[in-house]
Protein backbone atom coordinates (compact mmCIF):
# COMPACT_ATOMS: atom_id res chain seq x y z
CA UNK A 1 0.00 0.00 0.00
CA UNK A 2 1.44 3.63 -0.99
CA UNK A 3 1.37 5.88 2.04
CA UNK A 4 2.03 9.56 1.23
CA UNK A 5 3.07 11.81 3.93
CA UNK A 6 0.74 14.05 5.68
CA UNK A 7 2.68 17.02 4.10
CA UNK A 8 1.87 16.12 0.79
CA UNK A 9 -1.97 15.16 1.66
CA UNK A 10 -3.35 17.96 3.24
CA UNK A 11 -2.11 21.26 4.35
CA UNK A 12 -1.84 22.54 7.85
CA UNK A 13 -4.72 24.90 9.35
CA UNK A 14 -2.02 27.66 8.79
CA UNK A 15 -1.21 26.76 5.38
CA UNK A 16 -5.35 26.63 4.48
CA UNK A 17 -5.53 30.11 5.88
CA UNK A 18 -2.48 31.53 4.27
CA UNK A 19 -2.81 30.10 0.44
CA UNK A 20 -5.99 32.41 -0.39
CA UNK A 21 -4.70 35.30 1.05
CA UNK A 22 -1.31 34.89 -0.53
CA UNK A 23 -3.13 34.63 -3.96
CA UNK A 24 -5.35 37.19 -3.38
CA UNK A 25 -2.32 39.43 -2.82
CA UNK A 26 -0.44 38.52 -6.12
CA UNK A 27 -4.06 39.00 -7.62
CA UNK A 28 -3.93 42.83 -6.46
CA UNK A 29 -0.44 42.93 -7.31
CA UNK A 30 -0.99 41.90 -10.95
CA UNK A 31 -4.22 44.14 -10.94
CA UNK A 32 -1.87 47.41 -9.78
CA UNK A 33 0.86 46.89 -12.63
CA UNK A 34 -1.56 46.62 -14.95
CA UNK A 35 -3.29 49.43 -13.59
CA UNK A 36 0.73 51.44 -14.05
CA UNK A 37 0.91 49.57 -17.40
CA UNK A 38 -2.34 51.21 -18.49
CA UNK A 39 -1.68 54.58 -16.93
CA UNK A 40 1.90 54.71 -18.91
CA UNK A 41 0.34 53.37 -22.09
CA UNK A 42 -2.09 56.39 -21.68
CA UNK A 43 0.74 58.92 -21.06
CA UNK A 44 2.60 57.65 -23.77
CA UNK A 45 -0.35 58.44 -25.99
CA UNK A 46 -0.19 62.07 -25.13
CA UNK A 47 3.40 63.14 -27.64
CA UNK A 48 5.96 61.54 -29.46
CA UNK A 49 8.58 63.11 -26.95
CA UNK A 50 6.26 61.57 -23.96
CA UNK A 51 6.76 58.17 -25.59
CA UNK A 52 10.41 58.46 -26.35
CA UNK A 53 10.91 59.36 -22.67
CA UNK A 54 9.31 56.82 -21.21
CA UNK A 55 11.01 54.36 -23.59
CA UNK A 56 14.07 55.44 -22.40
CA UNK A 57 13.68 55.45 -18.74
CA UNK A 58 12.58 51.50 -19.00
CA UNK A 59 15.92 51.02 -21.03
CA UNK A 60 17.16 52.72 -18.13
CA UNK A 61 16.02 50.42 -15.84
CA UNK A 62 13.26 52.54 -13.78
CA UNK A 63 10.58 50.90 -12.55
CA UNK A 64 6.74 51.61 -13.98
CA UNK A 65 5.80 52.76 -11.04
CA UNK A 66 8.50 55.21 -10.26
CA UNK A 67 8.45 56.76 -14.29
CA UNK A 68 4.49 57.40 -13.86
CA UNK A 69 5.22 59.16 -10.28
CA UNK A 70 7.93 61.50 -12.00
CA UNK A 71 5.33 62.20 -15.22
CA UNK A 72 2.52 62.68 -12.76
CA UNK A 73 4.99 64.72 -10.67
CA UNK A 74 5.98 66.89 -13.88
CA UNK A 75 2.53 67.74 -14.35
CA UNK A 76 1.60 69.34 -10.92
Known amino acids: MLT ?3 E ?3 PSPEEA ?3 PFASAMR ?7 ES ?3 RLIAAAERSSDVEAWISR ?3 A ?3 PSEILAELEASDA
Do not use: D
Open 27 to 33: HAAAVRE
Open 57 to 59: QIK
Open 8 to 10: FSR
Open 17 to 19: IAR
Open 61 to 63: GCR
Open 36 to 38: VAN
Open 4 to 6: IPR
